[in-house]
């Protein structure tokens, strides 16, 4: 399922994210939505928590793309572990609750007269 496209992410990144890491931050999404038992629909398609996992993956991978190619500890590293951190912090968030998905099962316990007077 696509959560995000390049046209969702911000022009102006400090690195440059491809279409690979959108692809990957798509996967990632589904994985995570397959971990916590939440049915893949296509209402979840446009989910705004969804949508900020998924770019904050495609960054992160982007980010660790750079710095395992540079080894650049100032300028990629910093930004990889506030990334990963992030990264967690909104997967840890994400429920049926905060998407919007109530059970549709009600329970009824019974029923019983009100005297009044």
Request: no cysteine.
């Amino acid at each position: 399922m696509e959560f995000i496209t390049l046209a969702d992410i911000p022009a102006d990144e400090i690195v440059q994210i491809e279409q690979e890491e959108i692809d990957e931050a798509n996967r990632y999404v589904e994985r995570v939505l397959i971990q916590k038992a939440i049915p893949i629909t296509a209402d979840l398609q446009n989910n705004i928590h969804l949508k900020d996992l998924a770019k904050t993956y495609a960054v992160y991978r982007a980010f660790l793309k750079r710095y395992t190619s540079t080894g650049n500890e100032n300028e990629y590293g910093v930004k990889l572990k506030y990334y990963e951190k992030l990264l967690k912090d909104m997967e840890n968030s994400i429920t049926k609750e905060t998407l919007g998905i109530t059970d549709e099962t009600t329970s009824i316990f019974g029923t019983f007269k009100i005297g009044r007077g």
